[in-house]
């Protein structure tokens, strides 16, 4: 079995390789999907001190030196801690709804 | 070269003559001489490998897992809790497919607390996905680590093996032993080098997600594997008798089983003196035989159904127990033969838990109680020599 055939997209077993191997990092791994609620932030109220950047267990939030926090909606799976350690309750936890 | 040992310097000798490069083990009775040796064989240069201290069985396995998978060949040794505590560990080496080798020194469960012979530690690991080989001395402890790396290695295989061997009956007793030259060994075990392996610079990983369209085909990939380590073992142990010119008697032994009015079925290094007794009722004119089941994952069947074909009773002596049902020796054999036609009268023995011993005297009593069984059983299942219990 070569890189090339590890594509993810097995037919039959017999395609499959010995065990699970991924040739890409988790960033591949899209998991904003199992989200139900959706962190959005009140800019009015965020005096960008990094905490939920801090406290994101998935990484899911970006940040640049005294710029807002943007959410990465792709990868975050809406555990809502950012908005539990918020101290200027800046973060509210939405539904998500269909679009 | 022909050296006196103990079965746990044979285990030492056995991972040093295959070349392992990472051993990772936690010391626990009987088996801590195997990595005590180990460790003085790395020190002195002896052998070349890194060895990897941890604080626990777990943590071993965990480390070999994560060798194996960088393409290194890797050895570990354990008993009894040890091998409890691995049990997580050692369905993840298997799912991983990592052909790691370890030796089992076989030792009762507690409590009540034991340090003596037993297999129900090794046994419990039945599902785990690990081949299984029970030694009955110790030249056939090294060599089925040698044969057991060129089988796990195998690209269709690729499955980790366990080498059992009896607590203080092998593991510290000492008997001559033939170490193979390493360069022997190289001839006839090449170097592992998978294809897919952890390595900075072509990363991968290992063992992710994987949703439930593809988990049954994962573990049906292994089945296969398994499957085919049965003729595996056969064809392996034909190899190593090329090379080095003896074998332990394929995946079960037979001894005067031929023409046997009865056999016993034993595993381990109670089966050696089972030989004598059989021995001496053969000069008595007593028709018995002696099966040793030495490979039990994968399971035996053709053996099994060969041996059905040679007597009419077999006298199954598990050293383990599932509480509530039969030995599972006993259970693993009347699932073999069942809708087989003529099937032997099969009847199950429990003995030598937690060491208690076995003698010829014993074994003599079980062989004759074998062979008066022509009318049928008595009772299924029996356990030999408990205190108040059954009259042995």
Redesign the interface.
């Known amino acids: 079995m070569t890189k090339e055939e590890l594509t993810g997209n097995y037919k039959t077993y017999q395609e499959l390789p010995l065990t699970p191997i991924t040739s890409v990092n988790s960033t591949a791994n899209q998991t904003g999907f199992w989200k139900t609620f959706k962190p959005v932030l009140d800019e009015s109220k965020c005096i960008k001190c990094t905490i939920c950047w801090k406290f994101c267990p998935d990484v899911a939030i970006k940040m640049e030196e005294d710029e807002f926090p943007i959410f990465d909606l792709t990868h975050c799976k809406g555990c809502g801690i950012c908005a539990n350690e918020c101290p200027k309750d800046a973060i509210t936890m939405v539904m998500e709804v269909e679009q | 070269m022909k050296m006196v040992m103990t079965g746990n310097y044979a285990s030492a000798y056995g991972s040093k003559v295959c070349r392992a490069e990472v051993v990772s083990a936690y010391p626990i009775t009987p088996q801590t001489s195997v990595v005590e040796k180990i460790a003085s064989l790395v020190a002195s240069g002896e052998m070349d490998a890194q060895f990897v201290k941890v604080e626990s069985e777990h943590s071993a396995m965990a480390t070999l897992i994560a060798a194996s998978l960088t393409g290194a060949r890797t050895y570990t040794a354990t008993s009894s809790h040890g091998l409890l505590l691995m049990h997580e560990l050692l369905i993840w080496a298997a799912?991983?497919?990592t052909p790691i080798v370890m030796s089992n020194v076989c030792r009762a469960n507690g409590p009540p607390w034991s340090v003596w012979a037993d297999h129900h530690d090794a046994m419990a690991q039945r599902d785990t996905g690990w081949m299984q080989v029970f030694c009955e001395g110790n030249q056939e402890v090294i060599d089925s680590i040698i044969m057991s790396y060129k089988l796990a290695e195998r690209e269709d295989i690729?499955l980790p093996a366990m080498i059992n061997e009896d607590a203080f009956i092998l593991s510290h007793t000492v008997e001559p032993v033939d170490v193979p030259d390493m360069e022997e060994v190289d001839a006839f075990l090449p170097s592992y080098n998978p294809?897919?392996k952890l390595d900075t610079d072509?990363?991968?990983?290992?063992?992710?997600?994987?949703m439930p369209e593809?988990y049954m085909?994962?573990r049906?990939?292994i089945n296969e594997a398994m499957e085919a380590a049965r003729q595996g073992w056969r064809d392996v142990e034909k190899d190593f008798e090329k090379h080095f010119g003896r074998n332990h008697g394929g995946m079960i032994e037979f001894y005067q089983c031929e023409d046997a009015d009865a056999v016993l079925l034993i595993a381990g290094s109670v089966a050696s003196t089972a030989k004598d007794v059989v021995d001496k009722l053969r000069s008595e004119g007593k028709k018995v035989g002696l099966a040793r089941m030495r490979v039990y994952r994968p399971f035996p069947v053709e053996e099994i159904r060969k041996l059905a074909n040679m007597t009419n009773i077999i006298g199954i002596c598990d050293r383990s127990y599932t509480f509530g049902h039969w030995g599972p020796m006993a259970q693993e054999v009347r699932g073999a033969l069942y809708g087989q036609t003529d099937i032997p009268i099969l009847k199950n023995y429990i003995m030598g838990l937690g060491g208690k011993d076995i003698t010829p005297e014993i074994l003599e009593k079980i062989f004759l109680k074998t062979l008066g069984l022509t009318e049928g059983l008595d009772t299924e299942i029996e356990w030999i020599g408990v205190k108040g219990h059954g009259g042995w």
């Open positions: 799912g991983a497919r690729r294809r897919f072509e990363p991968y990983g290992f063992g992710s997600l994987v593809m085909e994962f049906f990939k």
